[in-house]
């Protein structure tokens, strides 16, 4: 959009202190079901306002239950059709308030957090400022500068990891080879975290040799193990291999044995995608888990200011928060804003996944993916700094299932 035509139906205002997009109001939301058959499915969202502006967001859900929450009686559309789309803030309250009664936590936050986010693509656009200028919140004293990031990390999520050794040596490998300076290790059947922890050992070390020293190695267990003693047990034994953290080492419900497991390791301990929603259960996971790492989802727990308010709660404890987004590229686009202002998120999720979709490598334009030394550049754009490839969503749109 031009200049000019910006002026012709923004001509933003001050009002009582909150910036105002004077004639610009939200018209509907749409839920767009994605499918790439026998690999991936998808859910976005994508928000529209009567001045042709829109803007996208994502949930890891169902989609056909993020549309019901979205298009039901009383549902998102309705509480939010002709409102401001630049108060995100106000309009998170309402939402999170008139759906109480059926929501709260769960689904219904995770359709709520995509539209959040998809309304902070839209005020950013309407502002002429990329998200990440809209988002600031202090933290109280850091030693970083006061300043937007221009760059950040990724760490690079190898999934699955193979059920052979010689598959593991190649994906991880790839990994290595696209520059990622830190990669996350997962469970697989058969494999790390369900034969014993002799075989753990041996997995572990075998990926440490791959990536080498100087990389960052993370685990992640995806809730398989039921007991805190089996967790402390490998946890122990790996502790020479230098894992950066271990991640959903127990059933997310588990948070005593967290507490437990923490307790009992020298391994950061990590948890929070599975579930968790709104800094209400994340204080609860940071309180009595005693976790050392939270990972709200940027498409499960609520949209971005929850997360940069779960970010200063974690903050003010010490503690580190890295995002949970795995290969959904919305929300990957969102973690970016995120880390760029966050002081304690060194890293944000980024799929290196088996088998490969060009609904993962090139839903958006331009294509979202760090550069040979592992950076991704934060985006200057307004919005998000990404729109969808809209050849690939006509090509595999279903209807919300």
């Given at each position: 959009m031009t200049k000019t035509g910006r002026r012709h139906f923004l001509g933003l205002l001050a009002c009582g202190g909150v910036l105002r997009a004077a004639g610009v109001r939200i018209r509907e939301i749409e839920t767009i079901a994605l499918e790439d058959p026998g690999k991936y499915g998808f859910t976005l969202v994508r928000v529209r306002t009567d001045a042709g502006l829109d803007g996208i967001g994502q949930a890891e859900s169902p989609s056909l239950v993020?549309?019901?929450?979205?298009?039901?009686?009383?549902?998102?559309?309705?509480?939010?059709?002709?409102?401001?789309?630049?108060?995100?803030?106000?309009?998170?309250?309402?939402?999170?308030?008139?759906?109480?009664?059926?929501?709260?936590?769960?689904?219904?936050?995770?359709?709520?957090?995509?539209?959040?986010?998809?309304l902070w693509d839209i005020a950013g656009k309407i502002l002429n400022r990329p998200v990440c200028q809209l988002i600031w919140r202090s933290l109280a004293t850091v030693k970083t500068p006061a300043e937007i990031r221009k760059r950040i990390r990724p760490y690079g999520t190898v999934y699955p990891p193979g059920s052979t050794d010689g598959e593991i040596r190649a994906r991880c490998g790839l990994a290595v080879e696209r520059g990622f300076r830190a990669i996350k290790f997962e469970e697989v059947a058969g494999g790390f975290a369900h034969l014993d922890v002799k075989n753990d050992v041996r997995v572990i070390r075998m990926v440490r040799e791959i990536i080498g020293q100087d990389r960052d190695l993370l685990i992640d267990v995806q809730n398989v193990w039921t007991d805190a003693a089996r967790a402390i047990?490998?946890?122990?034994?790996?502790?020479?291999?230098?894992?950066?953290?271990?991640?959903?080492?127990?059933?997310?419900?588990?948070?005593d044995g967290y507490r437990r497991l923490a307790e009992n390791t020298t391994i950061p301990i990590a948890a929070g995608d599975w579930g968790f929603t709104t800094r209400f259960e994340f204080e609860d996971l940071m309180e009595r888990g005693g976790v050392d790492v939270v990972q709200p989802s940027t498409v499960r727990s609520?949209?971005?200011?929850?997360?940069?308010?779960?970010?200063?709660?974690?903050?003010?404890?010490?503690?580190?928060?890295?995002?949970?987004?795995?290969?959904?590229?919305?929300?990957?686009?969102?973690?970016?804003?995120?880390?760029?202002?966050?002081?304690?998120?060194?890293?944000?999720?980024?799929?290196?996944?088996?088998?490969?979709?060009?609904?993962?490598?090139?839903?958006?334009?331009?294509?979202?993916?760090?550069?040979?030394?592992?950076?991704?550049?934060?985006p200057a754009r307004p919005g998000l700094g990404f729109t969808l490839n809209e050849d690939l969503v006509r090509k595999y749109r279903v209807k919300p299932q």
């Open positions: 993020i549309d019901a929450a979205i298009k039901t009686r009383g549902g998102l559309e309705a509480l939010l059709s002709g409102e401001d789309p630049v108060e995100v803030e106000r309009l998170w309250q309402k939402m999170y308030d008139r759906t109480g009664l059926w929501g709260r936590r769960g689904v219904t936050i995770a359709a709520i957090g995509a539209v959040e986010t998809a047990a490998t946890a122990r034994a790996i502790e020479p291999f230098n894992i950066y953290f271990l991640e959903a080492a127990l059933p997310a419900d588990n948070l609520g949209g971005m200011a929850e997360i940069v308010k779960i970010a200063e709660a974690a903050y003010r404890r010490g503690l580190l928060t890295i995002p949970h987004c795995w290969d959904h590229m919305v929300g990957v686009a969102a973690a970016v804003h995120l880390a760029a202002v966050l002081p304690n998120m060194p890293y944000i999720e980024y799929p290196v996944a088996f088998p490969p979709s060009p609904l993962i490598s090139d839903l958006l334009v331009p294509r979202l993916e760090p550069d040979r030394e592992g950076w991704i550049e934060v």
